[in-house]
C-alpha cells in the first residue's frame, strides 16, 4: 500500500464487538501504511441505535460518526427514489470492480485493498486477527475499568438477548441450548457463582435461572465491564454475539482459560483465534 496513497473511509455499524472489528482493520492497514490517512465512520444505523462505545478505548484513531438511525426518503419523488433504487447498486458494484470501495470481511478481500481504494465496508468479522491487536485491547479494556477482577470460581455467561427478541428474521439462541452446555461445565467444576451478563439481563435471568443454580446473578453492567468481568472469570460462556467472540479470544490468547461458543460461530472465532481452538469447547446448537 502506497504511503502517499489517499485516506480510506473504513465504515462500521453495530455495537461495541461490531466496531472493534472495525479497529482491528484499520490497525493492520496501519502496519502496511503508516502514513495512510485512516477514519472509522460509525452509522447509527441497523435495528438498533448503537453507541460509539470504542471511542474512548483507542483515543489516537481518528472517528467519525453518521447518524443514519432509522433515516428515510419519505414519500418524496417516486420516480426519482426508483431511479436512486436501480442506480446505486449498478453504481456500486462499479465502483467495487475498480477498487475505490471494497467489503472487506476476509482475508481474501483485505489483500484487495489498493492505493486507490477510499471507502471500506463490512462486518470485517472473517478476517484473522493479529494477537498483538487482543494484547493491546485487553490492556485498554483494563485501563477503562480501572484494573482488573479476581474472579476465580465464577462462571461468566454472554447471553445476547435485545432486539433479537423482537426481530423477524433473527432470534436469540434457545435457553435450552445455553442451559445444556451451563449445565456440562458446572458438572465439570464446582463455581461459586455464575454471573449471567446480557443487554437485557433481567430477562437472560428469568429464563437461565431454569438451572436451578443456587448463586446465579444478572449484575446490569456496561460493555467494557463485561469484557474485564467475563475474561478474568474461571470459565466462560458467550452466545451468537461479537462481545462473545472477542471475549473468547482475550481469555484464550493473552490468559490461556476456555470458553464456550456455538459451533455455528467458528469461522467469527477461527479468525479471533487463527484456527487455535485449543481453549474453544464447541457446544451444538
Not at 458494484?93 to 489483500?111: A, E, H, I, N, P
Request: hydrophobic share 40%; aromatic share 10%; proline share 4%.
Amino acid at each position: 500500500m502506497n504511503a502517499l496513497a489517499s485516506e480510506i473511509k473504513i465504515h462500521a455499524w453495530g455495537g461495541l464487538g461490531s466496531q472493534l472489528f472495525a479497529v482491528a482493520v484499520l490497525k493492520d492497514i496501519q502496519k502496511a501504511s503508516p502514513k495512510r490517512r485512516l477514519t472509522i465512520f460509525l452509522h447509527t444505523g441497523g435495528v438498533t441505535r448503537r453507541n460509539p462505545e470504542v471511542v474512548n478505548l483507542f483515543p489516537e484513531i481518528s472517528f467519525d460518526y453518521v447518524d443514519d438511525f432509522s433515516k428515510t426518503n419519505g414519500v418524496g419523488n417516486m420516480r426519482v427514489r426508483n431511479l436512486r433504487t436501480n442506480l446505486l447498486p449498478l453504481l456500486k458494484r462499479f465502483l467495487s470492480m475498480l477498487g475505490v470501495t471494497l467489503s472487506c470481511d476476509d482475508d481474501t478481500s483485505f489483500k484487495n485493498i489498493r492505493f486507490w481504494t477510499r471507502s471500506i465496508r463490512g462486518h470485517y468479522s472473517y478476517r484473522t486477527i493479529n494477537p498483538e491487536f487482543l494484547e493491546v485491547l485487553n490492556d485498554r479494556l483494563e485501563n477503562a475499568s480501572q484494573g482488573t477482577v479476581n474472579k476465580e470460581g465464577v462462571c461468566s455467561v454472554h447471553y445476547r438477548l435485545g432486539d433479537l427478541l423482537h426481530l423477524e428474521n433473527k432470534s436469540p439462541l434457545a435457553p435450552k441450548t445455553v442451559l445444556n452446555e451451563l449445565e456440562r461445565v458446572t458438572k465439570i467444576s464446582d463455581f461459586s457463582e455464575v454471573e449471567v451478563f446480557s443487554d437485557t439481563p433481567s430477562h437472560a435471568f428469568e429464563l437461565l435461572n431454569q438451572s436451578g443454580l443456587q448463586k446465579m446473578s444478572a449484575p446490569d453492567v456496561d460493555t467494557i465491564s463485561v469484557f474485564t468481568r467475563a475474561t478474568q472469570a474461571e470459565y466462560f460462556l458467550g452466545t451468537s454475539s461479537k462481545v462473545s467472540f472477542w471475549i473468547a479470544g482475550i481469555r484464550s490468547v493473552v490468559f490461556n482459560r476456555q470458553s464456550s461458543i456455538p459451533s455455528l460461530n467458528k469461522r467469527e472465532i477461527a479468525g479471533i483465534l487463527n484456527k487455535d481452538f485449543k481453549n474453544i469447547n464447541f457446544y451444538d446448537v
